[in-house]
């Protein structure tokens, strides 16, 4: 199966047309043969709103396959796209999933979210903005929830502005006039948890310089005051942007802890 594009035409996908035009698509890591209806992840690379880094792609949702896991890169848009086109994009390929489940072989009620410094706080986005981000589409997937069932945040920038704030990502997402505007601080997600935001398994290294872990930390004591189950884990070392990071044995355990978190704590079915 090839690229799922997201949208009929750019014009449906709204935000306006930039020179550098990008039609946003899903990229299919689909099991085979698994029987039972089993769970998904849509994973979204990070790269500050200006790119998408291909190691926080598809490697990502091999190893999730490898977990039992249907899985889907989003390449969604970035700057100059500004808010709310990258967040459209991921909340479309939301239900884009879920209403094509039954011909895919995914539980429904059963689709993660995961995303990488970035693309962490557009994953964050699906599970505190899906009521107020239009992804409608005219379509059938107009029908089901854009609302994700978890969020898997790996050093995600949670805060745009200050004093933890990712101002590189806030500049793209916002523009450089927008990020320094008061209404900036409405993306500041730790500020739109509720009791509704998903269950969030969310992991960090306390060496980051580029996106504090303060970010990680500030989403979590939020959920757990609305009472959302909230799975942290801080390693000691690590720069930012490890992925997968296959040369530190104790970071390298994340997608398997996020693995358990999903069958655990979210119900989703056990991994074979």
Not at 46 to 57: F, I, K, L, S
Not at 144 to 170: K, M, N, Q, W
Request: hydrophobic residues 40%; aromatic residues 10%; contains cysteine.
């Amino acid at each position: 199966m090839g690229k799922i594009f997201l949208w009929k035409s750019m014009e449906s996908a709204g935000t306006g047309r930039p020179e550098d035009d990008f039609a946003p698509y899903l990229e299919p890591y689909l099991l085979e043969n698994t029987g039972d209806p089993r769970g998904c992840v849509i994973v979204f690379p990070g790269g500050g709103y200006c790119n998408r880094a291909p190691h926080e792609a598809g490697p990502i949702a091999e190893r999730f396959n490898q977990m039992g896991f249907h899985a889907f890169v989003l390449q969604y848009r970035v700057a100059p796209y500004r808010y709310p086109a990258p967040q459209r994009d991921a909340l479309r390929a939301v239900r884009l999933v879920r209403s094509r489940a039954a011909e895919w072989g995914i539980a429904p009620d059963r689709i993660a979210t995961l995303g990488f410094s970035a693309g962490g706080h557009l994953c964050a986005s699906t599970g505190t903005l899906y009521d107020e981000v239009d992804s409608t589409a005219n379509d059938a997937a107009d029908l089901v929830s854009p609302r994700p069932d978890a969020l898997i945040l790996c050093y995600a920038v949670i805060d745009l502005t200050e004093p933890f704030g990712h101002f590189g990502s806030g500049e793209n997402l916002l523009g450089k006039e927008g990020v320094r505007a008061p209404e900036a601080k409405r993306l500041n997600l730790e500020t739109r948890v509720t009791a509704d935001t998903p269950p969030s398994f969310l992991w960090h290294t306390a060496e980051d310089t580029c996106v504090n872990v303060e970010n990680s930390l500030a989403f979590a004591r939020e959920l757990w005051k609305n009472k959302v189950a909230a799975e942290v884990h801080v390693f000691p070392h690590g720069h930012h942007g490890l992925g997968l990071a296959p040369a530190m044995r104790d970071v390298a355990q994340w997608p398997e802890l996020a693995g358990c978190f999903l069958v655990e704590n979210c119900g989703f079915p056990a991994r074979v």
